[in-house]
C-alpha cells in the first residue's frame, strides 16, 4: 500500500472523535479472546464503549492495538485513561479531555498527572509503571512523543511562559470567534448521534445550540459560577502534530462521541442544552467506572492497550512485515509518517519476548477510506486479519463522492464486487446478506434534504468478512484448489482497474465534464488521490494470494502492459508520463521485470559513469530550498504532489515520492556513493530545506546527456489544482528543478529491491482433503470467468477430477451424476453411492448450474454463476441467517451481538410521541423493491420476514392502536394454522452504537415434549391475549432459520455445553417444519431470564423459554435502494411518508385494492382492508382489538 504525497498546509487537530462511539467486539462470540486494531483510533471513545459493554460472566481476553500518527491525540488517550485508573474525580477527568478552559482544581490536577506519567520515559520504565499492565507502548518513538507532550502540557502553566501562554490563548480565541462567525445557526453537529430521532424531537437545534456554547465558552458548563472559574486554558489543545498552536478542528465537539437517542426519545418534556451535557458526561462517567473496574478486577493479562504512534497504512506495513523468527528481509522499516525520516521499530521486548498480536480477528479503520482511499484500506489490512471465521474489518465513510447514497460504495471501490470478493477474500458482509442490522436510513434522508451541490457528510460503516464464512458447511481448515484465470481476461481486468483509478488524472478528461461534475471531482481528488504504487501491490496481493504460476503471470502481465500502452495511445495519452514508474514499481515488488529494466548502459558521462554496475533502479534525491515552498504556503489547498524527470521531448512522472526536513551529508565516492540524512525535528516550522527522494528505472538517466536531465517536484494535475496554482507554478506546475549533474541539490543511490511479500494465509493452497470433499476424486482447479464487459466475474468453475476406482468405473459406462447446490458456497456430485462436496470461494447461484461430463479424461466441470450481490438467486438466501462456530463458540454471521442488559430502555408511556418516529423508524428497513413487492403475490422470504419484524415491534409498542403494547405474539402459520412460536416481549431497548431499537424478547417453540407441561398455562395466556401475526409461504422456514441467530446476538451469560444438540446433531437450527420441534439447543433454555420473573404467569414458562433479541432487518442501499432521490423523498417528513407508504390490508397485506386505495376499520379507525372480503375472514382476530 502507498499513498500519494500532498503539500501539508493547513493541519487540523482532532483532539475529540467526530463519530458516536461503537463497540468493536459486535461481531465475534462473547466468549472468544480478541486482538483488536484500530487504525487511525482517534480518542479512546471505542475503547472504553468496547469494555462498557462487555459481561462480567464471561471472561475474555481484549488486546486493543491503538495507532494514530497525531502524538497529540495518544498523549492525550494515555493522559485519560491513566487518570481513570488513578481515580482522579470523574468531574475533573471530563474537564481535562473535553475542556478548552480548566478551573484551578482541574489545571492541578492537569499538571500533576502529567509530570507523573512523564517520568516514565523508557519503555522499560513504563513497563514497571503502575500503568504498564494494561497501558503498552509498542515503539520506543511512541512514549518519546508522548513523554515530551506530558512535559509541554506541564510546562505550560510555567511562569516563564506567561507570555507565550498569553499569545496561545489569543490565538485560541480569535480562532473560536472566526469558527462560529463560519458557522451556520443549524448544525448537525452531535446531532447525528440520536440516530432514529435525528429528524424529530428537534436534536439538530439542541445540538446546535451547545456546539455554540461549547465554541463560545470552551467548556460543557452552563452554570455561571463554574463558567466564571474556568480561566486556565488547557494545554492539551495546543499541542499537536503541527506543533505548538491553536489548531483544533472547527467541527469538535464534546457531545458527539456518546449517544442521544435515549436523550429524545424518552424525553417526557423539551430537551435542553443541560440535559444534553449531563446525558453525555453520565455516559463518560459510565464508561470510565467499566474501565477501572476491568483493570483493577479482571485476572492479569485479560486486558492490553498498545499504543503506536504512525500512520496508519505504516502501522499496517510494519505490523505485515514483523516476524518472530531471525530471517531478516530486505524489507525497509516503514517512516512514521510522511514528511519524516523516522522509522516505525517495533519495540523488540513487545513484539518478539511479550508477543504482541500482529494478526487481528477486529479491524477498525474509522474514516481512513475518505482520506487514503478504499482500495489502500483492503491492501493493508487483508494480510492482517486472522485466519478465523470470526474475523471482521470495518471500514467507514462521512464524505461522499456521488450524490446518490445507492452508488456511494460503487464510485470508492477499484472494482465490481464480485472482483473484489475473489482477488482479495473479503466482500462487505451486507451485499451478500441483502440487510444490514446496522441502520444508516436516517443518514439517507438527511443526505437527500441536501443540494447536490454542497459538501454533504454521509455516514457509513460497512463490515467487510471472508465470503465463505457464511456458509456453516464450509469447511474453514481446508485450502481451496488454486483459482485459474485466463491470461487476455485477467490483463483486461488489471486495465480495467487501472483506468478506474487513474483515468480522470487526463486533463482532456476534465474538458468533457459538466461544471458540477468537476467541482464534485475536484472534492474527491482533494481527499484522496491514488498512486501507481498502490496499484502494483494491489497486482503483488493477486499474485501471490491467487498462487498464479510464473509462466501464466508472465503473459498476464506482458498483455496488461500491452494493453496499457494502446490505451494510452488512443484514450488516455497523459498516461504514458507515469509507464515508467510502473515499470520500476514491477521490478521493485519483485512482481515482473521489464526487458529494458536490464538494458541501462553505463553513459560516458556523467555522474553514472563513475559506477561500475548500473543498476536496475536507482533513488533520486532532489533537495528543494525551503523557501520554494513558499508558493504552496500562499493557498489554502493541499495539492498532491510528485516528481517529474524531464529531457528533451519527454518527460516521466513518478508518484511514490517521500519527503523529509533536513539535509543530506555526502559520504561516499563517485564510484560508490553513500549518503546520510540528518533530519530537523523542527519539521514543517524550519528553515531547512526538503529532500525529496523517488525510484526510477536507471535507463531514464541514461537515454539523454546528463546535463539536459532535469528532475523537478511538481503538483499533480487534478480540478482542485489547476485553477489555484497555474498561475503560481507555471504550466509545468515545478515546485522546484534542478539538473541531473547539481551536485548540491540532486543525488544518486542504487535501489535495491524489496524482497517478495510472504503469501498469504488464503483459501487457495491445497493441504488436505476431507473424505467429504475427496470421496470421488481430487479437485484441480477453480476457473474464473469474466462476463462481457471483462469487469465482472461472471462463473466460477470447479474441476473434479474423478479418481475413485468404482466411481471412475461407472462414471466410463455413463453413469449420469447428480448434481445440486448444498449450500451458500457448495455443489454436491453423486456418482453411484459416493458424495462429494465442490467448494467456491464466494456464494453461487446453484439453481443456474452448467455441468460438463469429461468421460475419457474423467473429470467433471461444474460451473455456476456468483450470487454478488445479494439480488441474484441462491446464494447466501439458502443460509440467510447463518450461525458460525469459532473455536467451540458461537456467533450469529451477520447479524450484530447486543450487549442486552446494558441497552437503555424506551418508554412506551406517550404513544402518541412515540408513534412521530417509531413506526417510520421500523418501517424503514424496506427497500422500494420489497416496499413494490408487498403488494404482489411475489415470494420473497427477507421481505415476508421483515414484515413480520415490522409488526412484532409496532405492536410490541403499541403503536398500532391497540390500547396497551401487546406483551405475547404467536407466530401462526397462514397455511396449516398451526402456532408453534410464541414470543414474550419484555422490552423494547435502544440498539445505541447500531442508531436502531430492538425488542428484548423471550421466545418459547411449543414443541411437543413439553405441551404436556406448559398447556394450562397457555390457556390462562390466551385468556389474557396473546396477539397473532400470520406469517406466510415458507415464512416459518426462514423464523426456524433466524432464531438461533436472535438467540445467539444477546447470549451473555452463558455457554453451550458439552452436549449442546447442534453439535450432536451436526446442525444449525434443529429443525426447520413447523410443529416438528424445537428448533433451538437447550443451553440457553431458561437462563438468563430475569425478564420473566416480575410476572406471576410468565414465571411459568421460565425454564422453557430462550432470551432473543429482535430488530429491523434493513436494506443495504448500495445494493437495494431505499429511497428514490426525488422529491417525493424530501419533501414529506419521514414518519409520513414511510408510515403511508406500510399501509396494508391487515387480512392479506397487500397495499392496494383492486379500486386503487385501502379502507380504514369503521370501528377502530386503525387497521386497513383491501376487500369486504377480507375484513369479514380477519373478524374472529381483530375483534380482540378492535374497539367497535
Known amino acids: ?151 509541554l502540557y506541564a510546562n505550560f502553566y510555567h511562569p516563564s511562559r506567561s507570555e507565550q501562554r498569553k499569545d496561545l490563548q489569543k490565538k485560541m480565541e480569535d480562532t473560536r470567534r472566526e469558527i462560529l462567525s463560519d458557522t451556520p445557526v443549524v448544525n448537525m453537529s452531535s446531532s447525528r448521534s440520536s440516530g432514529p430521532l435525528l429528524l424529530r424531537y428537534d436534536p439538530v437545534h439542541v445540538a446546535s445550540q451547545q456546539f455554540r456554547r461549547y465554541w463560545e465558552t470552551g467548556t460543557t458548563f452552563t452554570d455561571a459560577t463554574q463558567l466564571a472559574n474556568s480561566t486556565h486554558p488547557n494545554s492539551t489543545f495546543f499541542y499537536s502534530r503541527a506543533h505548538e498552536g491553536f ?67 505504516a502501522v499496517a506495513s510494519a505490523l505485515q512485515n514483523h516476524s518472530n523468527s531471525s530471517v531478516q528481509t530486505v524489507h525497509p522499516m516503514p517512516r512514521v509518517a510522511a514528511w519524516t525520516a523516522c522509522v516505525l521499530k517495533l ?52 464524505l461522499t463522492h456521488t450524490t446518490d447514497s445507492a452508488t456511494e460504495l460503487e464510485s470508492k471501490l477499484f472494482a465490481d464486487l464480485s472482483v473484489v470478493s475473489v482477488l482479495l477474500g473479503m466482500a462487505p458482509l451486507d451485499s451478500l446478506s441483502g440487510f444490514t442490522s446496522l441502520c444508516n436510513t436516517h443518514e439517507q434522508l438527511t443526505s437527500l434534504t441536501l443540494s447536490p451541490s454542497d459538501h454533504r457528510q454521509y455516514h457509513q460503516i460497512i463490515t467487510w468478512r471472508q ?106 495519452p497523459f498516461d504514458r508520463l507515469n509507464h515508467r514508474e510502473i515499470h520500476a514499481q514491477l521490478y521493485r515488488h519483485g512482481i515482473y521485470s521489464v526487458p529494458e529494466l536490464d538494458k541501462a548502459r553505463r553513459p560516458r558521462v556523467g555522474r553514472l559513469s563513475h559506477w561500475a554496475n548500473i543498476p536496475p533502479l536507482v533513488r533520486v534525491f532532489l533537495t528543494v530550498p525551503r523557501n520554494e515552498f513558499a508558493k504552496l504556503e500562499s493557498i489554502p489547498n493541499t495539492p498532491w504532489l510528485h516528481c517529474v524527470i524531464r529531457y528533451s ?53 541514461t537515454e539523454a546527456a546528463p546535463e539536459t536531465i532535469d528532475i523537478r517536484l511538481s503538483v499533480r494535475t487534478n480540478p482542485g489544482s489547476n485553477k489555484a496554482l497555474l498561475f503560481l507554478l507555471g504550466p509545468y506546475m515545478a515546485v522546484f528543478h534542478a539538473c541531473l549533474e547539481d551536485t548540491d541539490h540532486v543525488h544518486l543511490l542504487p535501489e535495491v529491491p524489496l524482497s517478495p511479500p510472504d503469501t498469504l494465509s488464503s483459501a487457495f493452497v491445497p493441504l ?178 421483515k414484515d413480520s419484524i415490522h409488526h412484532v415491534m409496532t405492536k410490541a409498542a403499541g403503536t398500532q392502536g391497540t390500547e396497551k403494547p401487546a406483551r405475547v405474539i404467536a407466530l401462526r402459520d397462514d397455511e396449516t394454522q398451526d402456532c408453534d412460536t410464541m414470543l414474550f416481549v419484555n422490552r423494547i431497548r435502544f440498539d445505541l452504537s447500531s442508531h436502531t431499537i430492538v425488542c428484548d424478547a423471550f421466545v418459547l417453540p411449543t414443541s411437543h415434549a413439553i405441551m404436556p407441561t406448559i398447556s394450562p398455562f397457555i390457556g390462562q395466556l390466551l385468556q389474557r391475549g396473546v396477539t397473532s401475526i400470520r406469517v406466510y409461504r415458507g415464512e416459518m422456514r426462514g423464523w426456524k432459520q433466524l432464531l438461533p441467530a436472535l438467540v445467539e446476538r444477546c447470549r451473555t451469560t452463558w455457554t453451550h455445553g458439552a452436549n449442546c444438540e447442534y453439535v450432536a446433531q451436526g446442525k444449525i437450527p434443529l ?85 386503487g386505495e385501502l379502507r380504514r376499520c369503521s370501528g377502530c379507525k386503525i387497521v386497513y382492508y383491501c376487500s369486504e372480503a377480507c375484513q369479514k375472514s380477519d373478524w374472529k382476530s381483530h375483534k380482540l382489538d378492535c374497539n367497535r
Open 768 to 945: 488436505h482433503f476431507p473424505k467429504k470433499l475427496s470421496a470421488i476424486g481430487r479437485p484441480s482447479h477453480l476457473a474464473v470467468d469474466m462476463d462481457g464487459t471483462g469487469k465482472r466475474i461472471a462463473s466460477l468453475t470447479a474441476r473434479l477430477d474423478v479418481e475413485d476406482v468404482q466411481a471412475k468405473e461407472q462414471f466410463a459406462k455413463g453413469a449420469m451424476p447428480t448434481v445440486t447446490q448444498s449450500s451458500p458456497c457448495a455443489m454436491q456430485v453423486v456418482i453411484g453411492g459416493l458424495a462429494q462436496t465442490l467448494l467456491y470461494p464466494i456464494p453461487i447461484v446453484g439453481s443456474e448450474r452448467k455441468v460438463r461430463l469429461a468421460r475419457k479424461s474423467s473429470y467433471i466441470e461444474v460451473a455456476v454463476p456468483v450470487a454478488i450481490p445479494y439480488l441474484r438467486p441462491d446464494g447466501q438466501r439458502l443460509c440467510p441467517f447463518p450461525v458460525v462456530r469459532t473455536n467451540g463458540s458461537l456467533s450469529p454471521w451477520n447479524l450484530h451481538r447486543v450487549p442486552i442488559n446494558r441497552l437503555p430502555v424506551l418508554d412506551l408511556a406517550n404513544v402518541d410521541r412515540l408513534r412521530l418516529w417509531y413506526d417510520a423508524h421500523v418501517g424503514s428497513q424496506f427497500s422500494i423493491r420489497e416496499r413494490k413487492i408487498r403488494d404482489t403475490e411475489q415470494l420473497d422470504l427477507l421481505t415476508n420476514i
Open 1 to 151: 500500500m502507498a499513498l500519494s504525497l500532498f503539500w501539508p498546509g493547513k493541519y487540523f487537530f482532532y483532539p475529540i472523535g467526530n463519530t458516536s462511539a461503537v463497540c468493536l467486539t459486535r461481531d465475534i462470540p462473547p466468549e472468544t479472546s480478541a486482538n483488536i486494531l484500530l487504525l487511525a483510533c482517534g480518542d479512546p471513545r471505542n475503547v472504553l464503549y468496547t469494555i462498557f459493554c462487555e459481561t462480567p460472566d464471561l471472561s475474555r481476553a481484549l488486546d486493543f492495538t491503538c495507532c494514530d500518527f497525531d502524538p497529540g491525540v495518544l498523549a492525550r488517550n494515555v493522559l485519560l485513561l491513566s487518570m481513570i485508573i488513578d481515580g482522579v474525580s470523574k468531574e475533573t477527568t471530563w474537564n481535562i479531555f473535553f475542556h478548552m478552559y480548566l478551573d484551578d482544581d482541574s489545571q492541578a490536577a492537569l499538571v500533576s498527572q502529567c509530570q507523573k506519567l512523564a517520568m516514565y520515559s523508557s519503555v522499560a520504565d513504563w513497563r514497571s509503571s503502575p500503568y504498564g499492565a494494561v497501558i503498552r507502548m509498542g515503539t520506543d518513538h511512541t512514549l518519546a512523543a508522548m513523554c515530551r507532550h506530558w512535559e
Open 467 to 572: 465470503p465463505s464464512t457464511g456458509d456453516p458447511s464450509f469447511i474453514h481448515d481446508f485450502t481451496l484448489p488454486p483459482l485459474r484465470f485466463d491470461a487476455n481476461q485477467l490483463a483486461r481486468l488489471f486495465c480495467d482497474i487501472y483506468v478506474h483509478l487513474f483515468g480522470t488524472e487526463d486533463p482532456a478528461h476534465f474538458m468533457n465534464l459538466k461544471p458540477e461534475d468537476i467541482v464534485r471531482l475536484g472534492r474527491k481528488f482533494a481527499c484522496f488521490c491514488p498512486s501507481r504504487e498502490s496499484f502494483i501491490v494491489l497486482l503483488s496481493l493477486v499474485h501471490n494470494r491467487l498462487q498464479i504460476s510464473a509462466a501464466l503471470w508472465s503473459g498476464v502481465m506482458r498483455i496488461f502492459l500491452n494493453l496499457l500502452s494502446d490505451d494510452a495511445l488512443r484514450t488516455h
Open 649 to 701: 521531448q519527454s518527460e516521466h512522472g513518478f508518484q511514490s515520492v517521500d519527503a523529509a526536513y533536513g539535509t543530506l551529508i555526502d559520504r561516499g565516492t563517485k564510484a560508490k556513493p553513500d549518503l546520510l540524512f540528518r533530519e530537523d525535528p523542527e519539521g514543517h516550522r524550519t528553515h531547512c530545506p526538503v529532500v525529496v527522494s523517488f525510484v526510477v528505472p536507471s535507463c531514464v538517466l
Open 347 to 398: 519495540n523488540p521486548e513487545e513484539y518478539a519476548r511479550v508477543a504482541a498480536p500482529v494478526r487481528f480477528e477486529v479491524i477498525d479503520t474509522s474514516n481512513l477510506s475518505d482520506h487514503v482511499g478504499m482500495l489502500n484500506i483492503l491492501l493493508c489490512t487483508a494480510p492482517l486479519l486472522a485466519h478465523s471465521p470470526c474475523s471482521v474489518l470495518y471500514t467507514e465513510s462521512l
Open 247 to 313: 489548531d483544533v478542528h472547527y467541527g469538535t465537539d464534546p457531545m458527539i462521541p456518546f449517544h442521544h437517542a435515549p436523550l429524545f426519545g424518552n424525553a417526557k418534556g423539551t430537551v435542553t442544552v443541560q440535559n444534553l451535557v449531563e446525558s453525555s458526561r453520565s455516559q463518560f462517567y459510565a464508561w470510565s467506572a467499566a474501565f477501572r473496574t476491568a483493570v483493577t478486577t479482571w485476572k492479569e493479562g485479560l486486558l492490553a492497550i498498545r499504543f503506536l504512534l504512525g500512520d496508519a497504512l
Open 1071 to 1155: 429443525q426447520l417444519k413447523t410443529s416438528a420441534g424445537d428448533p433451538l439447543c437447550s443451553c440457553g433454555r431458561g437462563k438468563d431470564v430475569d425478564g420473566m420473573l416480575h410476572d406471576n404467569l410468565w414465571k411459568k414458562f421460565g425454564p422453557f423459554v430462550t432470551r432473543i433479541a429482535i430488530s429491523p432487518l434493513f436494506a443495504v442501499s448500495y445494493v437495494d435502494p431505499v429511497f428514490t432521490g426525488g422529491t417525493e423523498d424530501v419533501a414529506s417528513p419521514l414518519a409520513s411518508d414511510v408510515k403511508e407508504t406500510l399501509a396494508e390490508c391487515h387480512r392479506c397485506r397487500k397495499q392496494r385494492s383492486i379500486s
